[in-house]
């Protein structure tokens, strides 16, 4: 029936890690874990819990409801909870502290709403240790546009201000979307809806 299908995407349960899913950390420093889920009609006693590499749990909590912050069932003494519900966002990000080599892997925030006859949904960050951080590449573009010249640098900064751009509007397109259209269901897509968004060109001019 078609009036089932609609009801059933409109629970639209989402969790995102941000706009990148990988995260470089220094060995022996704390690294941030990101994670946000969404839900279009609330939730009640949901569950979440972290993963490092599919199957070792590291933490595990539970939500009451929008109005309380969540209670902590179980973590690893190395994993501190930063996350806060009662906020604007439902933030269930974790700290991992002093990263060692060992550390480095797949983490995974899985959500489970039962208010959404058990919708479930996750996101994974890939994590990197590394000895020293590296430099970033701003100098190799200030290099590559001072020997090659300026048509090369006006390119650099035109790609810059249509990223930025395509940014905007993305962001736009993400505050007007409505549940219909912002359901993942239960697939394991990171960030597949923003991103195909993202791709989309403007038409040529005339």
Same mark, same amino acid.
């Given at each position: 029936l078609?009036?089932l299908?609609?009801?059933?995407i409109?629970f639209?349960l989402? !969790?995102?890690? $941000?706009k990148?899913?990988?995260?470089?950390?220094l #060995?022996?420093? #704390?690294?941030l874990?990101?994670?946000?889920?969404?839900?279009?009609? $609330?939730?009640?006693?949901? !569950?979440?819990?972290?993963?490092?590499?599919?199957?070792e749990?590291i933490?595990?909590g539970?939500?009451?409801?929008k109005?309380t912050?969540?209670t902590?069932?179980?973590? &690893?003494?190395?994993?501190?909870?930063v996350?806060?519900?009662?906020k604007?966002?439902?933030?269930i990000?974790?700290?991992l502290?002093?990263?060692?080599? @060992?550390?480095?892997?797949?983490?995974?925030c899985?959500?489970?709403?039962?208010?959404?006859?058990?919708?479930?949904h996750?996101?994974?960050i890939? *994590?990197? !240790?590394?000895?020293?951080? /590296?430099k970033?590449? #701003?100098?190799l573009?200030?290099?590559?546009?001072g020997?090659v010249?300026?048509l090369i $640098?006006?390119?650099?900064?035109?790609?810059?201000?249509k990223?930025v751009?395509l940014?905007?509007?993305k962001?736009?397109?993400d $505050?007007?979307?409505?549940? *219909? !259209?912002? @359901? @993942?269901? &239960?697939?394991?897509t /990171? &960030?597949?809806?923003?991103g195909s968004?993202? /791709?989309?060109?403007?038409?040529p001019?005339?």
């Open positions: 078609p009036g299908h609609i009801f059933a409109t639209a989402e !969790v995102s890690v $941000g990148t899913n990988t995260v470089t950390a #060995n022996n420093s #704390n690294v874990l990101p994670c946000t889920f969404s839900t279009c009609i $609330g939730f009640q006693d949901l !569950v979440f819990t972290w993963y490092f590499n599919s199957t749990l933490y595990h539970k939500i009451k409801n109005g912050e969540p902590r069932i179980w973590h &690893n003494p190395r994993v501190e909870f996350g806060s519900t009662t604007k966002d439902n933030n990000s974790i700290v502290n002093s990263v060692e080599f @060992s550390d480095a892997g797949k983490y995974t899985h959500v489970k709403n039962p208010k959404e006859k058990n919708a479930q996750n996101a994974t890939f *994590l990197t !240790v590394v000895h020293k951080m /590296e970033t590449d #701003n100098t573009t200030l290099i590559i546009v020997v010249g300026g $640098g006006l390119l650099i900064l035109f790609m810059l201000i990223r751009v940014f905007i509007i962001k736009t397109q $505050g007007k979307k409505e549940c *219909l !259209v912002s @359901s @993942s269901g &239960n697939d394991n /990171e &960030n597949g809806l923003a968004k993202a /791709e989309q060109k403007a038409p001019k005339a």
